[in-house]
């Protein structure tokens, strides 16, 4: 399951400039209603859900630029892990399915990850010229259980990683493909540098 890049839900991307988009005390967790598309997603509560069931659910920052979507894809390769995907991911086929969406996306930094669940394969890039006119970094994630092909992508500006980031990878370490995870693990992420070219 090599994903193509999509973002149906660009358009609710309401992002506000803060000057820090920090930790929160709290936690939310929203959970599946399906049986048949179990998931777990925790996150700040800074952060507020919408969508779900037969769309996308996104989680908006409610005053920094940041937003996380979760969905569901078909998966046509029974035989499908994060290891195989990583070897078999084409950096120049992606930049231009994210293009499409993100005039010039760069793919940067790729490897995989473990959800709180599952492994899975995760990569990251960067548009300087986003439909918001604000540099977007982009952190890509996805597996495959249940059945079901999970993605979650994750967008925030690059000008704010180091606020953001630490949000976006306590969302994707806390992820599970279960209904009835619980909250929370710590992160560990292993990527390997963008090739020079």
């Known amino acids: 399951m090599i994903i193509r890049p999509a973002m ?40 507020e859900a919408s969508g779900g069931v037969d769309k996308p659910l996104t989680i908006n920052h ?9 969905s569901f894809v078909p998966v046509d390769d ?34 995989t990850t473990a959800y709180q669940s599952d492994a899975a394969l995760i990569y990251e890039g960067t548009s300087t010229d986003s439909p918001m006119g604000i540099p977007l970094t982009i952190v890509h994630t996805e597996t495959v259980a249940n059945g079901l092909g999970y993605t979650l992508d994750c967008l925030f500006d690059t000008t ?32 390997t540098p963008a090739a020079t070219q």
């Open 8 to 47: 149906g839900c660009l358009a609710v991307l309401s992002m506000v400039l803060a000057p820090s988009a920090a930790f929160a005390q709290n936690i939310n967790i929203t959970r599946s209603v399906l049986p048949d598309q179990p998931y777990t997603l925790s996150y700040p509560d800074t952060m």
């Open 78 to 111: 029974s035989g499908w892990t994060p290891e195989g995907a990583l070897a078999s991911l084409v950096d120049a086929d992606l930049e231009a399915g994210w293009s499409e969406t993100f005039p010039g996306f760069v793919m940067g930094a790729k490897g």
């Open 160 to 191: 704010m990683a180091e606020q953001a980031r630490p949000i976006v990878d306590f969302i994707i370490a806390n992820f599970s493909t279960e209904a009835d995870a619980e909250c929370c693990v710590g992160v560990t992420t292993e990527l």
């Open 62 to 70: 409610t005053n920094a630029p940041l937003q996380c979507n979760m």
